[in-house]
């Protein structure tokens, strides 16, 4: 027999800064939720992380555990802060939700089986079995998003290979995927990894409001939040900056050294189709004014202060932003860029750059919503943790097999099958494993991905500089 948890709002409550920081937020290095005159904001929340030190700040100059983003919106027991927790760079962790399950036996708000388990509705009598029935947010925090194929797709699912027999319809797909961080969203240009909630000529601000309600009705199964709730919690992501501070060996990231740290990209300029290199214009032409025309590759100038550092390991991480903003190799086949007929970009681009597509200047993503196909959930990609589905397009015949979707799922085109968006950089250390899927640990093991698909042809050393740069992000 199967059954679902009841509720356990006890777990869900944020009754004090104590159990915040005590409890929630992970190794906590210093907090200043409420600056006063003698503490500054940019204190903000520091935590340790395996390579080194992260911190946020909020241009507010507090960090309001007030805010609805900390409020049970809905039924059971959950908040928004259930699925993102700044000792994890605003999202969540393999690491930190065994900490919770043992700590609640498996009671914690974020197990429930609406979404966090790998079927609906699994068998949650036992901590055995809510062990079982969690292991993929467990082993790699992915929640479970349900989907149905629209109704005017191009193609139909045609077989499921699931590991967890949960007998979903062909019309439907379980999607596995990672809760993207609700910090640095000043910097995205496309809301969910595939982008169901960017709606052409509306602001992200509005965009946000959208997807923030839909996650309190789905995720925390509520009724949708009041407007003003809405507006406090966007209010509140927007204001969040978050990046890595200090590093294993390198010490400080941040000004006058260099221009790590949450600091500065408070001062970044932004705005959509910012360096872009097929010079696509902004959502509301207008809305700001871009800082540069097409692409200038050199995407990252945080540490190029450091390629005459006395220490090794700035001298590491500085070579590393270089080779991140220079170093070139053949970008082919990348459905939604160069892999299709209906792709801007007519063929292969033979001497790309990493910024070819983490084009936003000193943040990383991408400046336009311009969904990818990388490969990642291709079926050569699957690991036998993740269901398998087969595809066929209704007119051709075709066939092809993916573990997600991905936009597909949005637009119902065949050509969209397998793309996502790419993720801020900034603070990419503190928020392991890495992809949609969480396919990668760590970030060499993203690396390495990297590697054999684009075949980079890296040397040890500059794979070692490559990732000693992306730490200090």
Same mark, same amino acid.
């Given at each position: 027999?199967?059954?679902?948890?009841?509720?356990?709002?006890?777990?869900?409550?944020?009754?004090?800064?104590?159990?915040?920081?005590?409890?929630?937020?992970?190794?906590?290095?210093?907090?200043?939720?409420? =600056?006063?005159?003698?503490?500054? =904001?940019?204190?903000?929340? !520091?935590?340790?992380?395996?390579?080194?030190?992260?911190?946020?700040?909020?241009?507010?100059?507090?960090?309001?555990?007030?805010?609805?983003?900390?409020?049970?919106?809905?039924?059971?027991?959950?908040?928004?802060?259930?699925?993102?927790?700044?000792?994890?760079?605003?999202?969540?962790? =393999?690491?930190?939700?065994?900490?919770?399950?043992?700590?609640?036996?498996?009671?914690?708000?974020?197990?429930?089986?609406?979404?966090?388990?790998?079927?609906?509705?699994?068998?949650?009598?036992?901590?055995?079995?809510?062990?079982?029935?969690?292991?993929?947010?467990?082993?790699?925090?992915?929640?479970?998003?349900?989907?149905?194929?629209?109704?005017?797709?191009?193609?139909?699912?045609?077989?499921?290979?699931?590991?967890?027999?949960?007998?979903?319809?062909?019309?439907?797909?379980?999607?596995?995927?990672?809760?993207?961080?609700?910090?640095?969203?000043?910097?995205?240009?496309?809301?969910?990894?595939?982008?169901?909630?960017?709606?052409?000529?509306?602001?992200?601000?509005?965009?946000?409001?959208?997807?923030?309600?839909?996650?309190?009705?789905?995720?925390?199964?509520?009724?949708?939040?009041?407007?003003?709730?809405?507006?406090?919690?966007?209010?509140?992501?927007?204001?969040?900056?978050?990046?890595?501070?200090?590093?294993?060996?390198?010490?400080?990231?941040?000004?006058?050294?260099?221009?790590?740290?949450?600091?500065?990209?408070?001062?970044?300029?932004?705005?959509?189709?910012?360096?872009?290199?097929?010079?696509?214009?902004?959502?509301?032409?207008?809305?700001?004014?871009?800082?540069?025309?097409?692409?200038?590759?050199?995407?990252?100038?945080?540490?190029?202060?450091?390629?005459?550092?006395?220490?090794?390991?700035?001298?590491?991480?500085?070579?590393? %932003?270089?080779?991140?903003?220079?170093? !070139?190799?053949?970008?082919?086949?990348?459905?939604?860029?160069?892999?299709?007929?209906?792709? =801007?970009?007519?063929?292969?681009?033979?001497?790309?750059?990493?910024?070819?597509?983490?084009?936003?200047?000193?943040?990383?993503?991408?400046?336009?919503?311009?969904?990818?196909?990388?490969?990642?959930?291709?079926?050569?990609?699957?690991?036998?943790?993740?269901?398998?589905?087969?595809?066929?397009?209704?007119?051709?015949?075709?066939?092809?097999? !993916?573990?997600?979707?991905?936009?597909?799922?949005?637009?119902?085109?065949?050509?969209?099958?397998?793309?996502?968006?790419?993720?801020?950089?900034?603070?990419?250390?503190?928020?392991?494993?890495?992809?949609?899927?969480?396919?990668?640990?760590?970030?060499?093991?993203?690396?390495?991905?990297? %590697?054999?698909?684009?075949?980079?042809?890296?040397?040890?050393?500059?794979?070692?500089?490559?990732?000693?740069?992306?730490?200090?992000?």
């Amino acid at each position: 027999m199967r059954t679902t948890s009841p509720p356990q709002r006890s777990h869900a409550r944020i009754a004090s800064l104590a159990f915040v920081a005590a409890a929630a937020f992970g190794t906590l290095t210093a907090v200043s939720l409420r =600056p006063s005159a003698a503490t500054p =904001p940019a204190l903000g929340l !520091t935590f340790s992380n395996s390579s080194g030190v992260h911190r946020t700040i909020a241009t507010s100059g507090a960090l309001d555990t007030e805010n609805p983003f900390f409020q049970e919106l809905g039924t059971n027991g959950r908040t928004c802060f259930s699925c993102h927790r700044p000792g994890q760079g605003w999202t969540i962790t =393999p690491e930190e939700l065994g900490e919770r399950f043992a700590a609640s036996d498996g009671l914690d708000p974020i197990f429930r089986t609406n979404d966090g388990s790998n079927c609906e509705g699994a068998d949650v009598s036992t901590a055995a079995r809510r062990r079982q029935a969690f292991s993929l947010l467990l082993a790699k925090g992915l929640i479970r998003i349900d989907m149905r194929v629209p109704g005017n797709a191009e193609f139909e699912v045609v077989d499921v290979d699931d590991p967890y027999r949960c007998g979903a319809l062909f019309s439907s797909i379980s999607a596995y995927r990672r809760p993207l961080p609700t910090a640095n969203l000043r910097f995205i240009s496309a809301v969910m990894w595939d982008g169901r909630h960017t709606t052409p000529h509306e602001s992200i601000h509005d965009d946000l409001l959208v997807q923030t309600s839909e996650a309190v009705t789905t995720h925390a199964a509520g009724a949708a939040p009041s407007a003003a709730q809405l507006r406090d919690i966007v209010a509140f992501e927007l204001g969040l900056f978050t990046a890595q501070v200090r590093g294993n060996g390198s010490g400080t990231l941040t000004e006058p050294i260099a221009r790590g740290g949450p600091e500065p990209l408070t001062r970044q300029v932004f705005c959509l189709g910012i360096n872009d290199p097929l010079q696509m214009q902004p959502a509301k032409p207008g809305a700001c004014l871009k800082a540069s025309t097409g692409l200038n590759p050199v995407v990252f100038t945080l540490f190029d202060r450091w390629l005459q550092a006395e220490s090794p390991e700035r001298r590491s991480i500085a070579r590393g %932003e270089a080779i991140f903003n220079t170093r !070139t190799f053949t970008i082919a086949n990348v459905p939604g860029l160069n892999g299709g007929p209906q792709d =801007p970009v007519p063929g292969p681009i033979t001497a790309g750059t990493c910024t070819i597509c983490h084009d936003t200047p000193n943040a990383g993503n991408h400046s336009v919503a311009m969904a990818l196909n990388i490969g990642m959930a291709d079926a050569a990609q699957r690991t036998l943790d993740l269901p398998l589905y087969t595809l066929r397009h209704k007119v051709t015949g075709d066939l092809t097999q !993916t573990t997600d979707p991905g936009r597909a799922l949005v637009t119902g085109k065949w050509a969209d099958i397998g793309k996502f968006k790419g993720p801020v950089l900034r603070g990419l250390a503190a928020r392991a494993p890495y992809f949609h899927n969480g396919a990668a640990a760590t970030l060499g093991e993203a690396l390495d991905f990297y %590697e054999k698909r684009f075949q980079l042809g890296l040397s040890e050393q500059e794979r070692a500089d490559l990732i000693a740069f992306l730490r200090s992000l």
